[in-house]
């Protein structure tokens, strides 16, 4: 079976639903507030977490740590969740999740949709904290009334693999919808490939194709290896098309 969904798929955009289940340390940007003339703490630390991010996106990982530590010193949801994010996933830091979980807990008292579900990944995970599927369900949900479209990929899911029950019908049919609806690619290539396990390949369709045209790498790996086979010539299509992408993703990424 194809990967249903990996961690932090970047093809989101802010969706909400109502649906519930029963540098260096002496780059200026560190004391931005003595650079710029009236900024308020909000301005200094939205420009800390821009070139924290721009120093993400260039591969300068420990001139990053430095932006997103400096951040999060100001308690800013945001910023924490940078943080934990970088402890995460070794960001100019070593990794440390039990770190990492800290910080996204701190951020998510603070009702930070994104921290809800870096922590609900832990938790599901068992790194740095001890693993509770049915809290990082609460989390999920917390996360999605938050307005991360992602979370719902990932309750649909968990219904799928029995960790929540609910009386809904179909109910993770109902949660990949909304995700795919919220701007979650990998919620569409849910939802495409049920109805793929239902031989109804025209329902299938318009999903693995809104996959397709907002996915990434990782989408098109799935895409590809999940209509593998298929007779259907329009899915034959999406598998080319995504094998394609994959191949031209790989290309540049292994460039000199």
Known sequence: MPPRSPAHAPCLRRGATSWAISVSRSDPALNARNHVPGATAAQVVATQLMLGQIHLDRGMMEE??????AAARSHDPRALNMLGRAYERGWGTARNAARAALYFAEAARQDY?????????????????????????????????????????????????????TSHASPAASLFHAAAMGGDCWGA?????????????PAARP???????????????????LVAGQADPALRRIGHIAASRLQATTEYETKP
């Open 207 to 225: 999903w693995l194709e809104r996959a397709l045209a907002h996915g990434f790498d990782d989408v098109f790996r799935a895409l590809a290896q």
């Open 113 to 165: 949709g994104w921290a809800a579900f870096n922590l609900a990944d832990l938790y599901l995970a068992g790194r740095g904290v001890a693993a509770d599927p049915d809290r990082a369900g609460r989390l999920y949900v917390r996360a999605a009334r938050g307005g991360v479209a992602k979370a719902l990929t990932m309750l649909g899911l968990l219904v799928e693999d029995g960790v929540i029950h």
């Open 189 to 201: 290539l849910n939802l495409g490939r049920l109805h793929l396990s239902r031989h109804d390949a």
């Open 64 to 69: 990053a740590f430095l932006m997103f530590e």
